[in-house]
Structure formats: structure tokens, C-alpha cells
């Protein structure tokens, strides 16, 4: 049974950093591509950073050079440092196995306000 765990979310001010975490459990994690999303309020989730199992890495274009997505396989946890945050960086962040498309965990709200 595959569970994504993702904490570390918060009311965080403009300019702030937050870091998230997300535990992986039922995969085979170090070979597996990891992916953190994000769903604005009433938007669409979309893609924002991607690790793959042998640390190729992806980012969103509006979150590089802000936001930096790292793995620690012993661990099985995939992490998002998120600098210099944006009021529109508001939304509820999710992590995902990208070989297992179907599987979500409950995601973790972030919200970037003064």
C-alpha cells in the first residue's frame, strides 16, 4: 500500500521560507521519480518540482531559483525548501510517486500572507 506523508506547511510571511517533507512508504523509493505539486484555491494542481532517483532535477519556471527540491533515499523522504515565498505560492502542496499516478497524500497548505 503506498502512502505519501507530506508536513512542514504553515502561514508563512512574504519573503519567508518553509521547508517540506514527505515520507514514502509501500515503493521502492530510491528508483523511483519524485514529484512535488501544488493546487492554488481555485486552480488546477500543477507541477512544480521534480527529483528523479538519481537526482536529475526539474523546476517549475516560476519557483527556480526559490524553491529547492532534494531526496534523502535512506530516509525515504523527498523535500521541498521553499525560499523567498510569494503570496502566490498559497496553495496545498502534495507529493507524488510518479510511477504511481494514482496515489496522492493529503497534501499540506501553505499560505504566504502578511
Known amino acids: 500500500q503506498v502512502q505519501l506523508v507530506e508536513s512542514g506547511g504553515g502561514l508563512v510571511q512574504p519573503g519567508g521560507s518553509l521547508r517540506l517533507s514527505c515520507v514514502a512508504s509501500g515503493i521502492m523509493f530510491s528508483i523511483n521519480a519524485m514529484e512535488w505539486y501544488r493546487q492554488p484555491p481555485g486552480k488546477q494542481r500543477e507541477l512544480v518540482a521534480s527529483i528523479t532517483g538519481r537526482g536529475a532535477i526539474n523546476y517549475a519556471n516560476d519557483v527556480k531559483g526559490r524553491f529547492t527540491i532534494s531526496r534523502d533515499n535512506a530516509k525515504k523522504t523527498v523535500y521541498l525548501q521553499m525560499d523567498s515565498l510569494r503570496p502566490e505560492d498559497t496553495a496545498v502542496y502534495y507529493c507524488?510517486?510518479?510511477?504511481?499516478?494514482?496515489?496522492w497524500g493529503q497534501g499540506t497548505q501553505i499560505t504566504v500572507s502578511s
Open positions: 507524488h510517486a510518479l510511477a504511481y499516478p494514482l496515489e
